[in-house]
């Protein structure tokens, strides 16, 4: 498979980078040009428009997310280390969020909005699933949890962090709110066993996984 064209990925990192700082109504293709250090007319060789680069942006930050997802399951020794290997590359890329983009790609946006939706709502909730599976058969999640119910409430949390209503309402960023909506489901599902693995990650912050090798 040839590789995609350097300039092509430079203009979709720097634009993702723009989109995830500002929202998307605030960027404009001067604003991408200008990180970018190119002209409009170089941008618009490799993308009709800012819609289709917002499409793109999100699809391969998506794409991107899947893969660090399947790699936590892969190296992780138990469940609860694979949620505290996910949750730090999300807070890390919710450090530098804004929620406004959110409500961005559903008003303006709609394809790369769906398409959030859908990776939601079965790529994580698939995940979400899986882990508290696994979770019940270590002893680390209690046997009575009703799995889809607790899945469902978990993919449902994360819309929280995008309405104005509440991040209006919330001093701390996105990164330490998801944080400790992490923590609430955590110890909800856990064990006396899987408290015990819950305390000494979070004082001890297992390695991200991204950095090691397949």
């Given at each position: 498979m040839e590789a995609e064209n350097e300039n092509k990925v430079h203009i979709r990192s720097e634009a993702l980078q723009l989109f995830m700082q500002y929202g998307t109504r605030s960027v404009s293709m001067d604003?991408?040009?200008?990180?970018?250090?190119?002209?409009?007319?170089?941008?618009?060789?490799?993308?009709?428009d800012k819609d289709h680069?917002?499409?793109?942006?999100?699809?391969?930050?998506?794409?991107?997310?899947c893969t660090q997802c399947k790699k936590f399951h892969r190296l992780s020794e138990n469940a609860i280390q694979e949620g505290f290997l996910a949750i730090d590359?999300?807070?890390e890329l919710f450090r530098n969020m804004n929620p406004v983009l959110m409500n961005d790609l559903?008003?303006?946006?709609?394809?790369?909005?769906?398409?959030?939706?859908?990776?939601?709502?079965?790529?994580?909730?698939?995940?979400?699933?899986?882990?508290i599976k696994r979770g019940i058969e270590e002893g680390l999640y209690?046997?009575?949890?009703?799995?889809?119910?607790?899945?469902?409430?978990?993919?449902?949390s994360i819309d929280i962090l995008f309405m104005p209503e509440f991040y209006g309402?919330?001093?701390?960023?996105?990164?330490?709110?998801?944080?400790?909506?992490?923590?609430?489901?955590?110890?909800?599902?856990?064990?006396?066993?899987?408290?015990?693995?819950?305390?000494?990650y979070k004082k001890h912050k297992p390695k991200n996984s991204s950095d090691a090798k397949d």
């Open positions: 604003d991408i040009a200008a990180a970018v250090g190119s002209s409009k007319k170089t941008i618009y060789q490799y993308y009709t680069l917002v499409a793109e942006a999100i699809e391969v930050a998506l794409i991107e997310n590359q999300t807070s559903k008003k303006y946006h709609p394809k790369a909005y769906k398409r959030f939706v859908e990776y939601k709502s079965e790529f994580i909730y698939d995940i979400i699933v899986n882990n209690r046997e009575d949890l009703n799995i889809d119910i607790i899945a469902q409430f978990r993919v449902g309402r919330v001093k701390e960023g996105l990164f330490r709110v998801q944080l400790e909506i992490f923590y609430f489901f955590l110890y909800g599902m856990a064990t006396p066993k899987g408290q015990k693995l819950i305390e000494k």
